[in-house]
């Protein structure tokens, strides 16, 4: 016999009895109902953890206090929606039209502004009317005319 087939072999063997536990488990669980044992929690990293003085806990003053002065902090406490504009390079390719339509249906508040010769969108003038948060700007080059670069720019 050679190796390869004995390993085959104890390969089966090891998952027909994997599939056998699992089943009995499964069993075990509709004949106790409530009274079941509790589902086994896997072993990880995360939680073999040995815990020391570098980690953060959950309710620290401090990271409790950064969190309430962060600057997007009104954002994750849900008291304004940031308002996003997605503008293109002018000349842009088409190719770039269907992603920021999706954009649009994923992100709330995003809104399509159209460059034209304008330089930058993001100026006061602009931005500050709208109440904008964010702006995007996506640019292309050729050949290929897909997307090459991504700015991000937090306005106001």
Known sequence: MKR????????????????????????EVEALGEQAPPKQIPRTIENTRDGDETMVKADDDEILGDEKDDEFARYYQNLQKPKLMITTRPKCSGKLFPLIGDLMQMIPNAFYYPRGMLYSPSTPAISKPLDLDLHLMFHSLPPARDVSKLYCQRLG
């Not at 089966?12 to 009995?24: S, Y």
Request: charged share 50%.
């Open 4 to 27: 390869t087939e004995v390993y085959a072999k104890y390969k089966q063997q090891k998952k027909k009895l994997k599939k056998q536990l699992r089943t009995e488990r499964v069993k």
